[in-house]
């Protein structure tokens, strides 16, 4: 599930990313749970959330990232990380 591209943007639609932020989801090569947990040098619970919130900045091109749209992203990242650990090797 970790490297499904099917899983990730399925759960991209549930949390609420918009169509034109799930396209650029694929643009920037961050399809899968995997690869959003790596794209940003951030781990959930972290004080300082500047690498992920420029991350964010990406997926909605804008910067800084409109506030409505943070609760829709940053569960996505946990997801992606929660999967990363409880994924079996």
Do not use: W
């Not at 991209?12 to 918009?18: K, Q």
């Amino acid at each position: 599930m970790l490297d499904s591209e099917a899983v990730f943007l399925s759960r991209a639609a549930d949390i609420g990313l918009n169509s034109d932020e799930q396209n650029r989801l694929k643009v920037l090569n961050i399809s899968t749970c995997g690869r959003f947990a790596f794209g940003a040098n951030y781990v959930p619970g972290h004080p300082n959330d500047r690498p992920l919130l420029d991350s964010l900045a990406k997926i909605c091109q804008q910067d800084p990232v409109p506030e409505d749209r943070v609760p829709m992203l940053r569960p996505l990242n946990f997801t992606s990380h929660t999967m990363l650990t409880f994924e079996p090797a």
